[in-house]
């Protein structure tokens, strides 16, 4: 069993930068892929990024290539999402998930066993 607790969400402005923080309690395999979602009020959850455990392979939704940055410290079992130039229309419920057998895309929702609670970002113009 995987617990997930994100956190480092919060209120900025446009242009600023905001790191957020996935903490794994558990066995994370090296087969693991871990990933980040987010979910804005009135849409549905979107895929943001992602990395795999074991060789450290990184996706990234169109929309926030070069502005965002995943990463994992296997030490610590986390998974971080550096997040520039940040957008309003970045604002959401950031969501950290673990997919323990990754056979399928990296944005299928529906693949990830595992989820946080979520955290809060809101970016104002």
């Known amino acids: 069993q995987v617990q997930l607790v994100e956190s480092g969400g919060g209120l900025v402005q446009s242009g600023d930068s905001l790191s957020l923080s996935c903490a794994a309690s558990?066995?994370?395999?090296?087969?693991?892929?871990m990933a980040w979602f987010r979910q804005a009020p009135g849409k549905e959850r979107e895929f943001v990024a992602s990395v795999t455990w074991r060789n450290n392979k990184k996706e990234y939704t169109g929309s926030v290539k070069g502005r965002f940055t995943i990463f994992r410290d296997a030490a610590e079992n986390t998974v971080t999402l550096e997040m520039n130039n940040l957008k309003p229309e970045d604002t959401a419920v950031y969501y950290c998930?673990?997919?323990?057998?990754?056979?399928?895309?990296?944005?299928?929702?529906?693949?990830?066993?595992?989820w946080g609670q979520g955290t809060q970002v809101t970016v104002s113009s």
């Open positions: 998930a673990a997919d323990a057998f990754p056979d399928s895309s990296p944005g299928e929702i529906s693949a990830y066993d595992y």
């Open positions: 558990g066995v994370i395999y090296a087969s693991y892929r």
